[in-house]
């Protein structure tokens, strides 16, 4: 019985604590919720509407009739038209399409006859659910309506896999693990430093001194900036060793773009640090901002399979726009200046959240 | 600027947390190269009052002239003159004695060529010698709080702000502590500790004594100890329980302390008598004692004056 007693004290003084801690409490329905939200939404594997942009050469009424099969097929978002192939493959280095559909001016002759292909796919195929969506695209009908030869059909869809014709998993993988890693431990541990300092009294020590609220905040992330560096050359230098990723584009792109994700996220840890009170809710913090930067930053699906409200969460990680950085520099080979929407948005992301997180930290207890 | 002979002036100094008056209507007037101590509970306002001096809080009301500087409004320009000395330690546990001092000298600009020669002085001074390389966090209370010190006196503040510096410390260290604040007063420097020990207070040049964020008393420990308007009896019983339950039935008693077999009785001077009213409470409650008058300790003066804000609130 005394036994019992005690083990009722000691559940009553844990429900009792956990109510008065309002963010554990959040969290109790809070992660259900989020976590359904976020898995039950982002993933799908089942991709359709990947962008596309149509070269139609040929202009006929065979070829505006295929255009339209592709469109009713969902499979595909036509978002353009264009002219050449070049202008394909541009696009598709820039990351800006997914799959470029070339037709030849010759095509109703090279349907007729059969002997080539007569429509090329242009497939970004370093990520293999894009892959295979580009491969359900061969069984698209295309004849005269007369004739439906269905038995030559699949020569006359030629399927180009560009940047990762050996269709291996890493290579996909590793430019984006660089920015989940990045984002993790950057974030992590600017939040918590400075949280850490607060719980162990060494703030009041400091904001008492004559050190300003600016050198205190680029104090402390600026060895952290050397630490993201660091981890960017362990994570190329093993993906190339151990899983043969290229790194196709220019290394010193690959590292300003870093550079900027790294300031990015030691922005968003400072923001978690003026928000939170303790390291343990400094940690909850970002684990609630690292889940969606993992599941619906492109890295584990494509971003155009994701619905439009997942998309536009997307949009505003810095993650998402580092991963589209770092595969279009390492894999499709693209200068960094042609990616510069995705470039600037990493830049004002760190100023806009740096200049929240200077204002909110006061030196001042009140 | 540094012409007034005052290091602190404080008017109307107050600070409310929502419905909580941390401290009211605050006068102060600290002179320069004194000891002055803030003596009062937990509870009663100290550190809210130490922490609006410094710049940490915003003052609800009120101004202060910190060493000439305007509070609040100019708390920055202070921060290089003033050294603060948290009651929880707060320096850094992971780094060692003299890298915490070395951390400190550079936050503080302090000049590099005098740097080196500064910090073995204090680790002499503050006899941390044999510490020097050893982690902050791995060394007692005392040699920590020798460190806090060394480190807010390293820039040779003008003003020294203790926030109960010796809360976390034994009888001896607290001895050590309080010879080095004297040597620091002596080469002019200004200090303002709080405590809630009252052989503290009694070190301290002037006091002020807070209760509940008002100050109900303030001068040198002489001062305060002459000016107490009470009589103060002492009762030897052999059942000291039992006596101070009879002393304490007289309304004219205003307080009872046991200390050990002794009580300590105050009774207002507006009472003529007070050996004869302890003596026939004694009596009717049947109790054998021996009274007798007594001169008034710091103690005392604690228990009267805040026996009066008591009366107040009522």
């Known amino acids: ?366 | 600027m540094v012409s007034s002979e005052f290091a602190i002036e404080a008017r109307g100094l107050s600070k409310h947390f929502g419905d909580l008056r941390a401290v009211s209507k605050l006068d102060l007037n600290v002179p320069r190269g004194q000891i002055y101590g803030f003596l009062g509970p937990n509870g009663s306002g100290k550190s809210t009052t130490i922490r609006m001096l410094c710049g940490l809080l915003t003052p609800t009301e009120g101004t202060a002239d910190v060493l000439g500087t305007k509070i609040p409004g100019d708390a920055k320009l202070l921060k290089p003159r003033i050294g603060y000395m948290t009651q929880k330690f707060s320096l850094f546990g992971d780094l060692t004695v003299r890298e915490n001092l070395q951390f400190i000298a550079e936050i503080y600009s302090f000049p590099t060529r005098e740097r080196k020669g500064r910090i073995e002085e204090l680790l002499v001074n503050y006899d941390l010698v044999p510490q020097q390389k050893q982690l902050a966090d791995t060394m007692s209370g005392g040699q920590k709080q020798r460190l806090a010190l060394a480190c807010a006196v390293l820039h040779h503040p003008e003003l020294l702000l203790l926030d109960e510096p010796t809360s976390a410390v034994d009888p001896q260290s607290r001895r050590d502590f309080w010879a080095n604040l004297f040597r620091l007063a002596k080469t002019g420097t200004t200090i303002l500790v709080s405590t809630h020990y009252m052989d503290e207070a009694e070190r301290c040049h002037r006091l002020a004594i807070l209760d509940r964020g008002i100050k109900v008393a303030d001068g040198t420990p002489q001062q305060l100890q002459a000016a107490t308007g009470m009589h103060i009896i002492e009762v030897m019983a052999d059942d000291p329980y039992a006596a101070q339950i009879a002393v304490d039935e007289r309304p004219e008693v205003a307080s009872v302390t046991q200390l050990g077999v002794r009580l300590r009785v105050l009774i207002p001077e507006r009472h003529a008598q007070p050996l004869d009213i302890v003596r026939d409470a004694l009596a009717r409650g049947n109790v054998a004692g021996e009274v007798q008058s007594a001169t008034p300790t710091l103690e005392d003066v604690f228990v009267a004056v805040t026996m009066k804000t008591e009366d107040r609130d009522r």
């Open chain 1, 1 to 366: 019985m005394k036994s019992l007693s005690r083990l009722n004290a000691i559940i009553k003084k844990e429900i009792l604590q956990l109510s008065r801690d309002r963010r554990t409490f959040g969290m109790v329905f809070g992660v259900p919720i989020f976590q359904i939200l976020l898995f039950g939404y982002a993933i799908n594997t089942d991709v359709r509407n990947l962008k596309t942009v149509i070269a139609n050469q040929a202009g006929t009424h065979l070829s505006e009739q295929f255009v339209s099969e592709l469109r009713v097929s969902q499979l595909v978002a036509i978002t353009g038209t264009a002219e050449t192939a070049e202008e394909l493959e541009t696009l598709l280095r820039r990351g800006e399409i997914s799959i470029g559909v070339l037709i030849p001016a010759d095509f109703d002759r090279r349907v007729a006859d059969r002997n080539r292909a007569a429509v090329h796919i242009l497939v970004d195929g370093s990520d293999p659910t894009i892959l295979s969506v580009a491969n359900q695209l061969r069984s698209m009908p295309i004849a005269f309506d007369s004739a439906p030869a269905r038995d030559q059909r699949q020569e006359l869809i030629e399927i180009r896999p560009y940047y990762n014709p050996e269709r291996r998993t890493p290579v996909n993988i590793v430019p984006g693990l660089m920015g989940v890693i990045l984002m993790m431990t950057m974030m992590m541990f600017t939040a918590v430093a400075i949280v850490r300092e607060r719980e162990r009294g060494n703030l009041e020590l400091l904001i008492n001194t004559p050190v300003s609220s600016a050198e205190l905040m680029i104090g402390k992330v600026t060895p952290y900036i050397a630490i993201g560096l660091l981890q960017l050359a362990i994570i190329l230098g093993l993906g190339q060793l151990l899983f043969n990723v290229p790194i196709r584009g220019s290394v010193v792109d690959l590292y300003v773009a870093g550079s900027a994700f790294i300031a990015a996220n030691l922005a968003l840890g400072l923001l978690i640090s003026t928000a939170t009170r303790t390291q343990f809710q400094a940690m909850q913090m970002t684990i609630f901002i690292l889940l969606p930067s993992i599941l619906l930053s492109g890295f584990m699906f494509p971003f155009d399979g994701m619905p439009v409200a997942a998309q536009y969460i997307g949009e505003a990680l810095p993650t998402t726009h580092f991963i589209r950085l770092t595969r279009g520099i390492m894999l499709r080979e693209a200068p960094l200046f042609e990616m510069m929407p995705d470039f600037l948005y990493l830049i004002g992301f760190t100023v806009v959240v740096m200049s929240i997180a200077a204002t909110r930290f006061s030196k001042k207890l009140d």
